[in-house]
């Protein structure tokens, strides 16, 4: 189920074909840190009976390095894209698996000094080989309900030049691990870490002053807006609810029952730099299991039918900052609910949304967004399709 999504954002985000400035790279890192303690199953509630701190990966990388062909090379300073592939290691194997991630990912200094340079990056991918919950032979396991599920890893660290060809990496990194809630559960996996990476480079690093302007291609650019934008998109999605009901079979505590849900939302934003906008907007939501009163029967649950009415309708407002790759961007959202807003049902107040999109030209745009509540359980995704002003 959750692989056509897989392959389907790795496709849209491989980069164009290769410019004759371009140079590969080949990267070994090695990762150690801890898994945060978000959730019962690590906390303690596990075979062993103690806290699941130890995390430790091993990762491979091949990319290629940009020759500032193009305007938004240029901007982003010499950028590398990517694939990789990590092999996690976790404490309880046999609860939780061993999984491997594979994932493209994108890397960009803020600035660069002779030789060192203060980087940030993202890799966003797969990851295979989980141990998910099973009432009878994985009771305990609440961080991922299925084999495959979605991985991110956002850093930052330096990047030291020890030759024409070899370069240290030093990170900080963030990684989250989950299935977007398309299968219960999914509490999710958090884990901070620390990185060391040795970085082979093929040719010798690009004279930056000496490559080329680019401008004959600025004609084929989706130019940056550098000022004000309007934009307007409409989104579908599909919410998995959990309910505890009496009657209901132990086994099936996870099985959810899927909810449709669908809305607008407007939004205005204005350029603060060439990579970043700020901006405010409003949403409307309506969701189709605001107001649903399911039963048991047999010891499982039934949906309730349920009219359209306007209490399944909700309002919100978020503040949001985007971040822009070329025709890429990625934006945070804080999503504060104001018009029919039920915490048993909603949740917090307050969510948080992390959506990449996609330009396929000036105003026409393809955005899948995560909705997720207390920074750090997904609750849904949501799929827009946009226009800009």
Not at 100 to 113: G, S
Request: a positive charge; aromatic letters at 12%; glycine letters at 10%.
């Amino acid at each position: 189920m959750h692989c056509p999504l897989a392959i389907a954002l790795l496709l849209l985000i491989t980069p164009p074909n290769l410019s004759a400035q371009d140079t590969w790279l080949f990267t070994g890192e090695g990762q150690w840190g801890q898994v945060m303690m978000t959730d019962g199953f690590v906390k303690g509630d596990n075979l062993r009976g103690q806290p699941l701190n130890d995390y430790a990966a091993a990762s491979l990388k091949v990319a290629r390095q940009k020759g500032r062909s193009r305007p938004w090379e240029r901007r982003y300073l010499d950028p590398i894209c990517g694939f990789g592939v990590s092999w996690l290691r976790l404490e309880s194997p046999e609860e939780m698996g061993s999984p491997l991630a594979v994932y493209r990912y994108f890397r960009a200094p803020f600035f660069r000094r002779r030789g060192l340079s203060f980087d940030y990056h993202a890799e966003l991918g797969v990851s295979f080989g989980w141990a998910p919950y099973n009432f009878t032979t994985n009771p305990h396991n609440e961080v991922v309900g299925t084999h495959v599920a979605a991985y991110a890893r956002l850093g930052l660290g330096l990047n030291w030049v020890l030759s024409d060809h070899f370069s240290l990496q030093t990170d900080f990194k963030i990684s989250h691990a989950s299935n977007g809630n398309l299968r219960r559960p999914n509490a999710g996996l958090n884990v901070m870490a620390l990185a060391v990476g040795l970085t082979y480079r093929l040719a010798r690093p690009v004279d930056l002053k000496q490559a080329t302007s680019g401008t004959e291609l600025v004609r084929t650019e989706v130019p940056l807006r550098e000022r004000e934008e309007w934009r307007i998109s409409v989104y579908g999605g599909l919410d998995k609810h959990l309910y505890e009901l009496p009657g209901l079979n132990p086994e099936e505590k996870y099985e959810a029952l899927g909810f449709g849900l669908g809305g607008a939302t407007i939004g205005y934003s204005r350029g603060v730099s060439p990579k970043s906008r700020i901006g405010v907007g409003a949403t409307a939501l309506y969701h189709s299991g605001a107001t649903a009163r399911p039963t048991v029967h047999n010891g499982a649950l039934r949906k309730s039918s349920s009219a359209f009415s306007g209490r399944n309708l909700r309002f919100s407002v978020h503040p949001f900052y985007e971040l822009v790759f070329h025709r890429f961007s990625a934006t945070a959202r804080l999503e504060v609910y104001f018009h029919n807003y039920n915490r048993d049902f909603d949740g917090p107040r307050i969510h948080q949304k992390i959506g990449l999109a996609y330009r396929f030209n000036q105003t026409i745009y393809a955005e899948l967004v995560l909705n997720a509540r207390w920074f750090s359980q997904a609750k849904f995704l949501e799929w827009h399709v946009g226009y800009a002003l």
